[in-house]
Nanobody, 129 residues
Framework: QVQLVESGGGSVQAGDSLRLSCAAS??????????MGWFRQAPGKEREFVAS????????SVARSVKGRFTISRDNAKNTVSLQMNSLKPEDTAVYYC????????????????????WGQGTQVTVSS
């Protein structure tokens, strides 16, 4: 079955860095057929878009709230997508999810969660001040 397994979460201080990784397996099509994305959900809030990367990795989109601090990348040979998070803030505290989108056609990246086909279980990131 399809598995997207996130890792790398943890508890850090404000200003620290973390690198999240997501390993994909069991996808019906090749990993590079999927736009990949990261989303997050804080307690009491709706899930929100963080970053997305195109199938070949040449295009990325990041949310305004993390621009300049977070970077998304992928390794199609290893079926992994990563999120490098620098200068973390307490407001970055959330469960972070990776997701895979194959159905979007004609778009390099996808920011809408409803368009993603598969989701991981999430990894907790906690940033204290």
């Amino acid at each position: 079955q399809v598995q997207l397994v996130e890792s790398g979460g943890g508890s850090v201080q404000a200003g620290d860095s973390l690198r999240l990784s997501c390993a994909a397996s069991g996808l019906p099509f090749s990993f590079n057929d999927y736009i990949m994305g990261w989303f997050r959900q804080a307690p009491g809030k709706e899930r929100e878009f963080v970053a997305s990367i195109s199938r070949g990795g040449g295009s990325t989109s990041v949310a305004r709230s993390v621009k300049g601090r977070f970077t998304i990348s992928r390794d199609n040979a290893k079926n992994t997508v990563s999120l490098q998070m620098n200068s973390l803030k307490p407001e970055d505290t959330a469960v972070y999810y990776c997701a895979a989108d194959r159905s979007s056609v004609g778009f390099a990246t996808t920011t809408a969660s409803a368009l993603y086909d598969y989701w991981g279980q999430g990894t907790q990131v906690t940033v204290s001040s």
